[in-house]
């Protein structure tokens, strides 16, 4: 079993959501990173593809 922590964090798609996503990659904390707006996924996938690799974007509706 993993020790490792993982976060779910909402509206990834711009503002604190997206911000709060980076920042716990950073540290090595794997993101599921939701959003309303899939129209707005790159918004959320391309910052955290350059910052980490422990990262899923899931579209919630």
């Given at each position: 079993m993993s020790d490792r922590k993982v976060a779910v964090v909402?509206?990834?798609s711009s503002g604190i959501?997206?911000?709060t996503a980076i920042g716990l990659a950073r540290?090595?904390?794997r993101v599921v990173a939701t959003m309303r707006?899939?129209?707005r996924e790159g918004n959320?996938?391309?910052p955290l593809r350059r910052t980490a690799s422990?990262?899923?974007c899931a579209n919630w509706t």
């Open positions: 909402t509206g990834t959501g997206l911000h540290r090595d904390i707006d899939t129209g959320c996938s391309t422990n990262w899923q």
